[in-house]
């Protein structure tokens, strides 16, 4: 057992009840002040504490960190040091977080400075992106694509129960939560028999999503099997593809999704560990037929995730669309990552892997409003008296997501993108 995630551990930090950050999770991310330009930091309740303060105040000594590993804009290098190391780090910040630990609660002047208010920070987006992969894993998701826009008989296509189908997006327009999206211009052909237009969309979507981040290299030719996947995965965000649905449509026969897609991704700004998430694992749906041997694999690879997406119009109080759960994910992430390496493809340290749609059994745990209005067909009601079949501009589109048990929840913060008129 990873003792920093033990239920009974309480803070002397005064924890919110039904906080996304309790002594149990401690996530990483990016932060920037008035005074701080950038640094990594943990949360706890509703606050930051500041790594590099820790760090050079001798409060992470005996760690064998290098010199200014957390004073970075991303947290590329640290990740890069490896899971052991981002563990360690991990148990050390619980330590002194811990209601029986008087090393900085003691210090006055030192945990004044060290924890800083979330009011008062700025969250920047926590990793460089260099490489981006969206996996198509909702086995529910597919099928309503596929019965949409196919054969309901036949909505999965042969390939799908034998491979992690995905592709590979743009990484240069993820941004963090906060950042707004402007409506993207395209080709569309609203009329089958007539040319297409070149306009802005009218079908902007977003796609309930949640992506892994790599925290190890590897080298051309090597390739990753699903028994070590989780030696190279650090942990968790939440994330928005954002999708316009009508210029995807008409681009992406014979290829695959291009500007329908890469005109902005949205993550959340904590990395929530693996670590963190590990009380929450679950058997996930049984693969039938049987994978081939390279995609077997042992033990509960899928995580109990409860996850939500709100929509605020620019004048009225949000309104919850959809309610779904991660546990639902046909291909968990230990084959992701080894269908993605098993030609020989090089990851890097900092790449995310989307995992897609994220939907459930029922119409209200959708995670699209492709699926929730079925391709414009049902319309849903706003608080404000009007409806959305997509999304209109002044939007804000909200992911939230946790893992509670016995009490704990992990959450991962907020994944929010406001829609901005076009250009």
Same mark, same amino acid.
């Given at each position: 057992m990873i003792y920093a995630n033990n239920p009974k551990l309480k803070s002397w930090m005064d924890v919110p009840k039904g906080s996304d950050f309790p002594i149990q999770n401690l996530p990483f991310g990016i932060f920037k002040t008035r005074y701080l330009s950038a640094a990594a930091g943990v949360a706890i309740g509703d606050y930051v504490l500041d790594l590099v303060y820790l760090h050079e105040h001798g409060y992470l000594d005996g760690l064998d960190l290098p010199a200014g590993i957390f004073n970075q804009r991303f947290l590329n290098g640290f990740f890069a040091l490896g899971k052991n190391k981002v563990r360690e780090v991990r148990e050390r910040v619980s330590e002194l977080l811990r209601n029986d630990n008087d090393e900085l609660r003691s210090n006055a002047g030192a945990s004044e400075i060290a924890l800083i208010p979330m009011t008062e920070v700025q969250m920047l987006k926590p990793v460089r992106v260099p490489n981006y992969t969206d996996f198509y894993s909702s086995e529910e998701h597919a099928t309503n694509v596929g019965s949409m826009f196919r054969d309901p008989k036949n909505a999965l296509?042969?390939?799908?129960?034998?491979?992690?189908? =995905?592709?590979?997006?743009?990484?240069?327009? &993820?941004?963090?939560?906060?950042?707004? &999206?402007?409506?993207?211009?395209?080709? &569309?052909?609203?009329?089958?028999?007539e040319p297409p237009v070149f306009c802005p969309t009218h079908k902007l979507d977003f796609e309930l999503e949640v992506a892994f981040i790599t925290c190890r290299d590897t080298v051309l030719g090597q390739t990753i099997h699903?028994? /070590?996947? /989780?030696?190279?995965?650090? =942990?968790?965000?939440?994330?928005?593809?954002w999708s316009a649905r009508d210029i995807q449509q008409w681009e992406y026969a014979p290829l695959g999704p291009f500007l329908g897609k890469n005109f902005g991704s949205t993550m959340s700004p904590w990395v929530v560990t693996l670590d963190a998430l590990e009380p929450f694992r679950v058997h996930g749906p049984k693969q039938n037929p049987h994978v081939l041997p390279y995609l077997a694999f042992e033990g509960k690879k899928n995580f109990d995730i409860i996850l939500e997406v709100q929509i605020q119009p620019a004048d009225a109080a949000e309104v919850v669309v959809c309610r779904t759960n991660f546990k639902y994910m046909y291909w968990n992430i230990n084959q992701q990552l080894a269908h993605h390496t098993v030609n020989g493809c090089n990851i890097e340290v900092g790449d995310v892997y989307a995992s897609g749609t994220v939907s459930g059994p029922s119409p209200g745990s959708y995670g699209s409003l492709l699926e929730l209005s079925w391709n414009g067909e049902k319309a849903l009601h706003m608080t404000d008296g009007s409806t959305r079949t997509f999304l209109a501009d002044g939007d804000t589109v909200t992911i939230r997501g946790f893992a509670e048990k016995n009490n704990i929840r992990i959450g991962f913060g907020d994944c929010s993108g406001k829609i901005l008129p076009p250009i």
């Open positions: 296509l042969p390939n799908w129960k034998y491979l992690p189908v =995905g592709y590979h997006g743009r990484a240069s327009s &993820i941004v963090v939560s906060g950042t707004p &999206i402007q409506r993207p211009r395209g080709q &569309i052909r609203p009329h089958p028999e699903t028994a /070590e996947a /989780e030696d190279y995965i650090v =942990g968790f965000t939440l994330f928005n593809d």
